[in-house]
């Protein structure tokens, strides 16, 4: 568990929120991400609790509130929450694609006691904060400009591989609900047609998503082992990251190699398909620890590799998500548009 205060100056009383603190969350399938929201950009009691740690997602949440610094700041019951969640919101019933956790949104509304509870996709939320991103909080891999008024490109591999965008609707945005982290893998080289083959083995249906993650790190060492002949010494990713960014082995350095190609082509893929001229942007846990090395690899040229369209990619600016929280400025963002309507209505 880790924790922290946010740094900024505190907002003139004004603009603290009327009914007291909100609840956000930003729920991966590895770790639990909680905060209190004292106004607009003011996150206070951050914590990251470990998903494997507890049974339930109330029973995460309950540790939570629970904790001491959480209970120091709390002077109000809390009446609203905004939960990102790793998984596609389609209804009421939330079952996690990369964890066990399974509730009722309802249910868990009513056994926290909250006035308005929103679920939404983790990457949803993240896709809300981009156009809040300061200059300080990402960092540019490659040429290439935005154009304003154009829409933007979200891609992100940790536990599994997240995708949306953002579009641009008269003075705001609209956030895709996307899964395109699950659509269907394409080769782009012999090297990756040997992989995919080997993924065969093993599943019926191989999806990006199984490449471009923490355990596609490992599947991607375990095939380009398998097809150079050369020892699987059944590394983890951590491990295999390790390795090849102190460039202690090249079977890890192929691997990420890969990896980061194989990435670039499917945030080249995304920058077509949305016309993403304001930009694609990289989140997840992994990419920003590869820090330089991610910056030397193929991602950039695979990005731009679509043969008459280099052109047009080759314009189109993609960065790497440095901020420590940022969907919590977009969760805050849905919930806050939530409770506009409510009233509105």
């Known amino acids: 568990m880790t924790s922290s205060t946010a740094a900024a100056a505190l907002p003139p009383s004004s603009a603290f929120h009327a009914h007291g603190p909100r609840l956000l969350a930003d729920i991966g ?10 106004a607009a950009g003011r996150f206070e009691a951050i914590e990251v609790l470990a998903c494997d740690d507890y049974p339930t997602i109330a029973a995460a949440l309950q540790a939570y509130l629970a904790l001491p610094a959480v209970q120091a700041q709390l002077t109000l019951p809390l009446r609203h929450a905004a939960l990102a969640i790793a998984n ?11 964890h066990h956790w399974e509730f009722s949104i309802e249910a868990l509304r009513q056994a926290c006691g909250f006035a308005t509870l929103v679920v939404a996709n983790d990457f949803t939320a993240l896709a809300r904060a981009l156009p809040h991103l300061a200059d300080d909080q990402k960092v540019q891999v490659g040429g290439g400009a935005p154009v ?11 536990t599994g591989l997240g995708v949306s965008g953002l579009i641009p609707c008269k003075s705001s945005w609209t ?32 999806s990006a998503e199984r490449f471009l993650s923490g355990d596609g790190i490992v599947l991607l060492y375990r095939a380009i082992a398998s097809h150079e002949g050369v020892a699987d ?12 960014l102190a460039g202690e082995s090249p079977l890890c350095m ?3 190699d890969t990896f980061c190609g194989m990435l670039g082509t499917v945030a080249g893929n995304l920058a077509i398909t949305l016309g993403a001229q304001g930009g694609i942007y990289i989140g997840g846990g992994i990419v920003p620890r590869l820090g330089d090395y991610f910056a030397r690899s193929p991602f950039r040229a ?10 047009y990619l ?29 009233q509105g209505s």
Request: proline share 6%; no cysteine.
């Open 29 to 38: 399938g590895t770790n639990a991400r909680f905060a209190l929201e004292f």
């Open 314 to 342: 080759s314009q189109v600016p993609t960065y790497i998500i440095t901020a420590k929280y940022p969907a919590f400025v977009g969760v805050s963002a849905i919930l806050a548009e939530k409770l506009a309507d409510q």
């Open 254 to 256: 192929r691997a990420i």
């Open 88 to 98: 596609p919101i389609t209804g009421d019933t939330v079952r996690m694609t990369n």
């Open 148 to 158: 304003p008024n154009t829409p933007l490109g979200l891609v992100g591999a940790g």
């Open 302 to 311: 695979r990005f731009e590799h679509k043969g008459r369209f280099v052109h």
């Open 233 to 244: 010494e059944g590394l983890d990713a951590p491990e295999i990251s390790r390795r090849a």
């Open 175 to 206: 956030a895709l609900l996307s899964e395109g982290g699950h659509v269907t893998f394409s080769p782009a080289n012999e090297l990756e047609v040997a992989i995919l083959t080997y993924a065969w083995r093993e599943f019926d249906h191989v």
